[in-house]
């Protein structure tokens, strides 16, 4: 056996593999080899490191350097400089935007800096394919101190006093659902872990099964433990591969280990874990939409009560958590309720995961304690807006949440303040924009797709988001009526009282929220028929202004001649032409044509 | 695995395999300039990690370094114990290596025949 000096991990989340890293890794193979190096340094594929606007990541230890956009041209001089000569490869290592400061080493990057690791701790540290670096890190040792240590009371117990509340959107305390699903008598229960990440651009749940699977089928098996269930689902959509493939090695591994199966750690207690692939329909993350997934049937949801903690898959009571749920419990039970009620606020515990995407500079995902202001994240570890432009909104809580505005920069993020300032935790994708975001462009798309994915089983939902849909389009066509405004929020009230579920329930959130916060620009597109941000095509018109020489250049590029004007003459556009192509203005050589 | 007992055991074996990315311990640090490489580094590297497999040392960290300007005394190596002075050897061939490791690092007695250099632990 060699000693192993070094460790090269290779970000290996789907954010760095679609950027290159399956190539930078074989390249570091190949470099290893021919630098006969291959025996002394350790090549390691992680979990997503949440920096993914970097990637694709390499991190060398011992050292802890950290590498950006690495890509395969660069592995032959990392391989040389730094693990044969050990000189570090400055070019490659992060810069803070703000000072231009290079930085060499991982924990000292403005990103993490104000990050609280919990549920993240081993993403992008660990190989999730291999159980034994889990192990290593303490990886299953709650399961092992719930089994053989503590009653199923003192696990449901620890869980309600640690305050954990439901990370996929609700915010329902776990450890309240875990006491029902417990309470109900049956011969048969389930646990089913809710991996069906819908809203668009939330990532979160993803990248913990990606870089730390492992801890979501100990979480779950805790779970089985507490509320007397001897089997689990992963309902995951099957968009996903790079997660199924991991959840398969991890469930493989963890019962060869002994870690799943039957009678683990000689407790008597039997847990086995089925993963299920979901055809990537929104409404299965809905709790009984999934489960009548699992059970073959159209993913629809039914009227609750009764819940699934009485009746859930085939009628037994079931206990549905989502993805960071259970990667919160292993912690739990290992270092206790009291410690993990530290972080966060009175009312919401612990962390939470968010995806930062949007006009931001540092795309990703970030692990902060509940509490933190919302400037804090997108300032302080989300780097700021792209391009020196200035913040306009910020997106919480997916196609079920709401846009909040600057005046709402220092809430503190937590469960309840998000609710009473219109928008939700929900599962933590932020979407940020900038001033060129029209607001009820913005509506128009998170309906849009709601609409798309509305399962059609409800009136309100079905025929109701369709016809708030139709008042919105016509608005950023420039054809809204006096009226539209009262008209949406009639129908949004309406729907969200009587939906069936939460998407229909939630579905009028981001229409509600941005009437709130930016009335003024839904009143300019009805009254003034102009869009404030410049973003609504069909209503924008482009203005030949003082500065036209007189090239004739626009006149040739218009497609529909729509401008005139002699030669050495100001140009003009007749507006009732224009098609609002925009050619004029990408070619005019003094710049002398805007939009407005 | 049958019980929280083997999980431990488990736990512990392979905790060291990690160790790198957790913790440092003693470093040794080896001058990799071209002036050391020339001088035979790698072949003095090639017998550290050898040394270091053989007595199991996992938790002992080898760096590189670059050039420091004694290029005559090359192969330079450093020994740094937590809290303690940092001990540069000069001319270390291969063969020394052992005595290195035995003596300094293991037990803590600098090989003194050997040292070109010391930089005090501030």
Known sequence: ??????????????????????????????????????????????????????????????????YCRVTADDVKEIVEQHLYKGRIVERLLYREPLTQEQVPNYDEIGFYKKQHRIVLANCGEIDPENVGEYI?????????????????????????????????????????????????VSDKKYVICNADEGDPGAFMDRSVLEGDPHRVLEGMAICGYA??????????????????????????????????????????????????????????????????????????????????????????????????????????????????????????????????????????LAEVPMGITMREIIYDIGGGITNGKKFKAVQIGGPSGGCLPESMLD????????????????????????????????????????????????????????????????????????????????????????????????????????????????????????????????MLSYIIGDDCKGCTKCARNCPVQAISGAVKQKHVIDQSKCIKCGACMAGCPFKAITKG | MKSLADLHALRDKLKSDLKLRKESGTKIIIGMGTCGIAAGAREVMAAVLDELARRHLTDVQVQQTGCIGMCDKEVLLDVLRPGEARITYGNVKPEDVSKIIANHVVNGNIVEEMVVGKIENK
């Open chain 1, 1 to 66: 056996m060699q000693h192993i000096r070094a460790h090269v991990l290779v970000c290996g989340g789907t954010a760095c593999k679609s950027s290159g890293s399956q190539k930078v890794r074989d390249a570091f193979a190949r470099y290893l080899e021919e630098y006969k190096l291959q025996d002394e340094v350790m090549l390691v594929e992680t979990g997503c490191h949440g920096f993914c606007e970097h990637g694709p990541l390499v991190i060398v230890y011992p050292e802890g350097t950290f």
């Open chain 1, 136 to 184: 290593a890190v303490g990886g299953y040792e709650a399961l092992g101190k719930a089994l053989t240590q503590m009653s199923p009371e003192q696990v449901v117990e620890e869980v309600k006093k640690s305050g954990l509340r439901g990370r996929g959107g609700g915010g329902f305390p776990t450890g309240l659902k875990w006491q029902f699903a417990k309470a109900s």
């Open chain 1, 227 to 364: 509320i007397g269930a001897d089997e689990g689902y992963i309902y995951v959509r099957a968009e996903y591969p790079l997660a199924i493939k991991r959840l398969r090695v991890a469930i493989a591994q963890a019962e060869e280990a002994g870690l799943l199966g039957r009678n683990i750690f000689g407790s008597g207690f039997d847990f086995t874990i089925h993963i299920k692939e979901g055809a990537g329909a929104f409404v299965c993350g809905e709790e009984t939409a999934l489960m009548a997934s699992i059970e073959g049937k159209r993913g629809m949801p039914r009227p609750r009560p009764p819940f699934p903690a009485v009746s859930g898959l085939w009628g037994k009571p079931t206990n549905i958590n989502n993805v960071e749920t259970f990667a919160n419990v292993a912690q739990i039970i290992n270092n206790g309720a009291e410690w993990y009620s530290r972080f966060g606020t009175e009312k919401s515990k612990g962390t939470k995961v968010f995806a930062l995407t949007g006009k931001i500079n540092n795309t990703g």
């Open chain 1, 411 to 538: 809430l503190p993020v937590d469960y309840d303040s998000l609710i009473a300032a219109g928008a939700m935790m929900g599962s933590g994708g932020l979407v940020v924009m900038d001033e060129d975001t029209c607001m009820v462009d913005v509506a128009k798309f998170f309906l849009t797709f709601t609409q798309s994915e509305s399962c059609g089983k409800c009136t309100p939902c079905r025929e109701g988001t369709k016809r708030m849909l139709e008042i919105l389009t016509r608005i950023t066509e420039g054809e809204g009526r006096e009226g539209d405004i009262e008209l949406l929020e009639s129908l949004a009230e309406n729907i969200k009282a009587t939906a069936l579920c939460g998407l229909g329930q939630s579905a009028p959130n981001p229409v509600l929220s941005t009437l709130r916060y930016f009335r003024h620009e839904y009143e300019e597109h009805i009254k003034n028929k102009r869009c404030p941000a410049g973003a609504c095509e069909k």
